[in-house]
């Protein structure tokens, strides 16, 4: 889970440390104060795109730190790219004045890239407009597909694909472009001559590079240990003899205190690295040799790989990574020059995508029924008595996402026909749908961390008190951070964080403070009363907190 966020010269926030705990953490505050900020923040760390308009104006670059919990299941992942560091796992982003971000992986610079990967596996955020993307078919989708952990089978539909259409193009290209097909074969074999008649060898490049440097510079390097052998072990005052000189007074010294026996033995070990160092340097002037001949034919292959290496308009390093590319195309090419082969292939293609899809399918249908039962079941509890959610799955056009259609269908009220989620539904009907669908979802998420920023928001009353219930259940199984403006969902938190704002000489400063019980009293009473907080605001406060903690458990 998460541990610590760290902010500096974020937007309005100048400096603030946030330590979590397990359980439900909320964070309220004034509209404008910054909560969503955090929010922003965290997606930053986890790889979101950055501009440098994030900056505090002023600051010369923006520095977000988010530590997490190092979770078993990415243990693997870290240690195959050097970036185990124990029990804890930190994500830090920079983002300077010109726009330019960095990002590192427990210290070490990592690429976006792998900041997002991490970052899937660590938080799902919810964000205040999720509902307004509900009506998509797309989302709608992939939100029952992730509900039912279908990744595995959506993967094999997507390869299956992607199978299928590459030989249905290779097919196509055969039946209709003999001519072209011929000219790009000959293209490919051209170059499959030109790379296999250079022949480089994986790393060899680095190779070349290490040792025409060693070798142009051997001269030097001879010269070089020339002189630390001569300050070492040389005639005239060197290192040995200073250390022998020291060595045998120290000697004399022990026969009348024996305390500098330690002084003794760490000299002792100085004598030894130097003489080993010697050896070593010895040993290193006999190896190293003044070869021009060979210095020549290592430049000489260095110009031939430069020169293949611009005709490719590629790099020198991959060379044989293209060489490897271009023998797989050639081959693919040679076998759809048998067009009754390259037919039978593509129909088998085919038919293990429709096999792919019917499984998908078969999955998706399960998982809509269920999911269908827990959302109308919810919606009962959310001002919406008597309404049906009903997710479609039937048959659609074939693509790299299956064979289905998926659509989310609804029933506001009890006794009217279940219609699309889009057509029908009021924007606090879908705002509490999407929340329904948000928890429930997460119940069967991986990841350890649950983000909701205001997907309360068109929500109120009892209604409110059902939302903070729900995401404190669900602090039960998981780790989840709520930014709202809701006292009802505010006051079931294990614990509370208060967003401010302030402006000293004309700059605006956010701050971010824990709430013990007494200040969580006043947040509360705010929310509830506004800006003049009287003692039955308070008093109300108490109840709430008292009241909806306790029924929470």
Request: charged share 25%; hydrophobic share 40%; proline share 3%.
């Amino acid at each position: 889970m998460l541990r610590t966020l760290h902010i500096r010269d974020f937007v309005i926030v100048e400096q603030a440390e946030i330590h979590f705990g397990p359980g439900f953490t909320v964070f309220s505050g004034e509209t404008g104060a910054g909560k969503s900020i955090l929010i922003d923040a965290l997606a930053l760390a986890l790889g979101e795109r950055a501009d440098a308009g994030v900056l505090r104006e002023g600051a010369a670059r923006a520095d977000i730190t988010a530590i997490f919990d190092a979770p078993d299941t990415l243990r693997a992942w870290l240690a195959e790219r050097d970036l185990d560091a124990g029990d804890e796992l930190a994500l830090r982003r920079v983002v300077d004045a010109q726009g330019r971000s960095r990002g590192y992986i427990n210290g070490m610079p990592s690429p976006l890239a792998q900041l997002r990967e991490l970052g899937d596996s660590l938080v799902d955020i919810h964000g205040q407009h999720a509902h307004q993307s509900l009506i998509r078919a797309d989302a709608q989708r992939d939100l029952l597909d992730t509900h039912g952990g279908h990744g595995e089978l959506r993967h094999a539909v997507a390869q299956a694909w992607k199978d299928w259409r590459g030989l249905a193009r290779q097919l196509e290209l055969a039946e209709k472009d003999a001519a072209g097909l011929a000219a790009e074969r000959e293209r490919l074999q051209w170059q499959a001559e030109e790379l296999d008649q250079l022949a480089l060898q994986p790393d060899e490049w680095d190779a070349l590079q290490g040792e025409q440097s060693r070798l142009a510079h051997a001269q030097g390097l001879l010269d070089g240990a020339a002189q630390i052998l001569e300050a070492l072990d040389g005639e005239d005052d060197s290192a040995r003899h200073r250390l022998n000189t020291a060595h045998h007074r120290l000697q004399q010294m022990l026969r009348h205190d024996p305390a500098l026996q330690g002084v003794a033995e760490e000299l002792e070990s100085a004598r030894i690295a130097v003489a080993e160092a010697v050896s070593d340097l010895n040993n290193y002037v006999s190896r190293v040799e003044l070869d021009p001949q060979r210095l020549a034919d290592v430049e000489a292959r260095m110009s031939v790989v430069f020169d293949t290496a611009r005709k490719f308009k590629t790099d020198p390093e991959a060379l044989p990574a293209l060489q490897t590319s271009v023998h797989a195309q050639l081959a693919d090419l040679q076998a759809a020059a048998d067009v009754d082969a390259l037919r039978e292939r593509t129909q088998a293609a085919a038919a293990r995508y429709e096999n792919a899809a019917a499984k998908l399918s078969a999955a998706r249908a399960k998982v809509a029924k269920n999911l269908g039962k827990q959302v109308t079941q919810a919606m009962q509890t959310l001002a919406m008595q008597g309404g049906r959610f009903e997710p479609v799955v039937s048959p659609g056009s074939p693509s790299a996402h299956g064979s289905d259609h998926v659509e989310f269908l609804v029933a506001g009220h009890a006794g009217t026909s279940p219609r699309p989620l889009g057509k029908v539904a009021s924007g606090g009907e879908l705002s509490r749908i999407s929340l329904a669908l948000s928890v429930i979802a997460s119940k069967a998420a991986r990841v350890p961390t649950l983000i909701f920023d205001e997907v309360d928001s068109g929500v109120g009353g009892a209604v409110a008190e059902v939302v903070g219930k729900l995401l404190r259940e669900l602090g039960d199984r998981h780790q989840v951070l709520c930014v709202t403006h809701l006292p009802q969902v505010a006051a079931c938190g294990t614990a509370q964080y208060r967003v401010s704002k302030t402006e000293t000489a004309g700059a605006t400063r956010s701050h971010i403070a824990e709430l013990d019980a007494d200040e969580r009293v006043e947040e509360i009473a705010r929310m509830l009363g506004g800006i003049k907080i009287t003692a039955t605001t308070r008093d109300h406060a108490r109840e709430m907190l008292g009241t909806l903690t306790e029924s929470s458990r």
